[in-house]
């Protein structure tokens, strides 16, 4: 039983460690608890997902840059991330709504795009609601898309999607009713 199968509360210990094959024991030795299990299997790969961007965002954003390439960079990362992996999303979503383990990356990311709408001289955005609507349409994409589109020639693929996430973040962002 995982996270994604059973949710934080239903996932044990015991049952993690049968599905991986090895002794409970063991999971307390390397992770110390249930949390930090969780932490590091779920938590961690959106953790390093958002810091392999804002490390490569870091150095260009002093210099003039285009916006839709700190986008696209972005939107990769978390999909190249999700793509095949909805039970990390899935067991973020079963993990209970008082938690948010995922609140200090979206800060982080709070950060960047206030940086960001600052050097392009956008105005009149609300960044948590933005940064929060860019993350849930890229990961709902990335981990459902088979559900989202039809099958065969008509998906779009990867590239497809990534492009149109871009040009909606950059446009829908830029271009704001002056008032």
Do not use: C
């Not at 961007?53 to 870091?58: D, V």
């Not at 840059?65 to 990362?77: F, M, Q, V």
């Not at 067991?91 to 800060?107: N, Q, T, V």
């Not at 933005?130 to 779009?156: D, T």
């Amino acid at each position: 039983m995982s996270f994604a199968d059973s949710g934080f509360a239903g996932a044990t210990t015991r049952k993690i460690a049968t599905q991986a094959g090895v002794v409970e024991n063991l999971i307390y030795k390397q992770f110390g608890s249930k949390q930090a299990l969780f932490d590091v299997a779920v938590v961690g790969p959106f953790q390093d997902a958002v810091d392999s961007f804002i490390e490569r965002w870091g150095p260009r954003s002093a210099a003039p840059h285009s916006p839709e390439t700190t986008a696209r960079d972005y939107i990769e990362a978390l999909y190249n991330m999700l793509q095949d992996h909805a039970d990390l999303l899935i067991a973020l979503m079963k993990h209970g709504r008082d938690e948010r383990p995922l609140l200090p990356l979206l800060e982080d990311l709070e950060r960047v795009a206030a940086q960001e709408l600052a050097a392009q001289e956008w105005t009149g955005v609300d960044i948590p609601v933005l940064v929060r609507l860019h993350f849930g349409m890229v990961a709902f994409n990335a981990a459902f898309g088979e559900s989202l589109y039809p099958p065969g020639e008509l998906a779009p693929n990867r590239d497809r999607i990534i492009a149109e996430t871009t040009a909606f973040f950059v446009h829908g962002t830029a271009h704001r009713p002056k008032g």
